[in-house]
């Protein structure tokens, strides 16, 4: 079992690009979300899944957009990349809403 | 004033020692992860609670629901507890959203 799978670990970005980050997961889990985590801040939510096709935003959704085709999949879209959104990204994923969290190994993005 | 704090932010031991962490909040919720997150960033959960205590090896979490208090315990600590042991709880009113606390930094040194 791969678990939550997140890819790319590393991301230079210039400022004004587009990019995805990849999320998959393997355990058929109902349920995924998107964190960014900031030095001095706690994990911020950025969207979340209940299920295919379902999405809805979260603590800080602005620049970003998501999509959930299927279950295994929840990309991450920065639709213009802005230096603002240099962090760490985790996608995590859980069976309900409710459940142990399953986090992904999170993606260093820079943005320039 | 966050809705999840914990305390302390920075903890430094002697391996062998016991350890506690807290937590506390604000809101009424419906669940409290102990999340673990090692140096390299992953972060692997430890424990989800809604009522009492759960164990697992050396590590004890404990909740009080009506004080909106839990602890994290580490019973004779090494240096690969060192890590950031951050709390999040589940609201359980509104859109129900997991809220972070900002992590503690725990150092075990040999």
């Known amino acids: 079992n791969a678990g939550v799978t997140q890819t790319p670990k590393f991301q230079v970005l210039k400022t004004g690009q587009s990019m995805t980050l990849q999320c998959a997961q393997d355990?058929?889990?109902?349920?995924m979300s998107w964190y960014r985590q900031d030095p001095g801040m706690g994990l911020r939510l950025i969207h979340y899944s209940v299920g295919a096709g379902i999405t809805d935003q979260g603590e800080v959704p602005n620049g970003y957009n998501v999509s959930r085709s299927t279950t295994e999949d929840f990309p991450l879209r920065l639709l213009s990349a802005a230096p603002s959104q240099t962090s760490v990204y985790f996608c995590?994923?859980?069976?309900?809403?409710?459940?142990?969290?399953?986090f992904g190994n999170g993606t260093r993005l820079t943005v320039t | 004033k966050n809705e999840v704090e914990q305390s302390p932010q920075n903890l430094t031991a002697q391996e062998g020692e016991f350890i506690t962490i807290n937590c506390s909040y604000s809101?009424?919720?419906?669940?409290l992860h102990w999340l673990q997150q090692h140096p390299g960033g992953g972060i692997v959960s430890l424990f989800m609670l809604s009522s009492g205590k759960k164990k697992h090896g050396r590590l004890i979490a404990t909740i009080n629901i009506q004080e909106k208090h839990s602890s994290l315990h580490i019973t004779a600590s090494h240096p690969r507890d060192s890590a950031v042991y951050i709390c999040?709880?589940?609201?359980?009113?509104?859109?129900?959203?997991?809220?972070f606390g900002q992590g503690t930094r725990l150092t075990i040194n040999p």
């Open positions: 809101v009424g919720i419906s669940a």
């Open positions: 355990m058929n889990h109902e349920y």
């Open positions: 999040a709880v589940r609201s359980n009113q509104g859109a129900q959203k997991l809220v």
């Open positions: 995590a994923s859980s069976s309900r809403y409710n459940s142990p969290l399953h």
